[in-house]
């Protein structure tokens, strides 16, 4: 047995998020990283990270947080919000994740910018599962990937997301098994 797969990815909405959208992203985490899920909140308020200078939410803060209360039989966090994000070198953030660490976390607020008329519901979810994606990729030390079709490439726009493909490119699927093995040799 893979020594890892007793350790689960937890899905923690840090505000009311609907369970349809949360089965999805716990569908596709599996998918793309082979750990069963499950949906938690470790928290609520997320008054601690609030910026009143800038109106949003520190979301290195929230990251912190996410790391210290989350259950040793969790091997990583995706941490949901619906507030603004933001990190002090940029106006605003889709997601923030630690590098090899265990918390990500991303950010609804501005994925909502510029849906298609058709399928805003698909649309919507679709940019949410690229970023959670990618978010939990940099948690498996993933970092930024130049091909712009890959979920590692970094967004500066929700058009930039909506290029994107639903996978990791070659190189990064690479990186990612790797990191597969890194982790189970360290467990
Ligand atoms: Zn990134
Ligand atoms: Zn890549």
Same mark, same amino acid.
């Given at each position: 047995?893979?020594?890892? %797969? $007793?350790?689960?990815?937890?899905? %923690?909405? !840090?505000?009311?998020?609907?369970? =349809?959208?949360?089965?999805?992203?716990?569908?596709?985490?599996?998918?793309?990283?082979?750990?069963?899920? $499950?949906?938690? =909140?470790?928290?609520? #308020?997320?008054?601690?990270?609030?910026?009143?200078?800038?109106?949003?939410?520190?979301?290195?803060?929230?990251?912190?947080?996410?790391?210290?209360? !989350?259950?040793? +039989?969790?091997?990583?966090?995706?941490?949901?919000?619906?507030?603004?994000?933001?990190? =002090?070198?940029?106006?605003?953030?889709?997601?923030?994740?630690?590098?090899?660490?265990?918390? %990500?976390?991303?950010? !609804?607020? $501005?994925?909502?910018?510029?849906?298609?008329?058709?399928? =805003?519901?698909?649309?919507?979810?679709?940019?949410?599962?690229?970023? %959670?994606?990618? +978010?939990?990729?940099?948690?498996?030390?993933?970092?930024?990937?130049?091909?712009?079709?890959?979920?590692?490439?970094?967004?500066?726009?929700?058009? #930039?997301?909506?290029?994107?493909?639903?996978?990791?490119?070659?190189?990064?699927?690479?990186?990612?098994?790797?990191?597969?093995?890194? !982790?189970?040799?360290?467990?």
């Amino acid at each position: 047995m893979n020594p890892t %797969s $007793r350790y689960k990815i937890l899905v %923690s909405p !840090l505000e009311k998020v609907e369970k =349809p959208l949360l089965s999805c992203i716990q569908k596709e985490i599996t998918a793309f990283f082979g750990f069963q899920t $499950r949906v938690m =909140p470790l928290f609520q #308020d997320l008054d601690f990270s609030y910026n009143p200078a800038r109106d949003q939410y520190n979301s290195t803060t929230i990251l912190q947080g996410l790391s210290e209360k !989350l259950p040793p +039989e969790f091997i990583k966090v995706l941490g949901i919000t619906k507030v603004d994000l933001f990190i =002090p070198v940029l106006t605003h953030v889709y997601g923030e994740a630690q590098l090899q660490g265990n918390a %990500s976390i991303i950010s !609804l607020y $501005r994925l909502k910018q510029d849906l298609c008329s058709e399928t =805003p519901r698909e649309h919507f979810r679709n940019r949410i599962v690229k970023e %959670s994606l990618h +978010e939990l990729g940099h948690c498996f030390n993933l970092k930024h990937c130049r091909e712009k079709s890959c979920i590692m490439h970094y967004c500066r726009s929700t058009y #930039d997301v909506d290029q994107k493909d639903y996978g990791f490119c070659r190189y990064c699927e690479i990186f990612l098994q790797d990191e597969f093995k890194r !982790l189970a040799a360290s467990i």
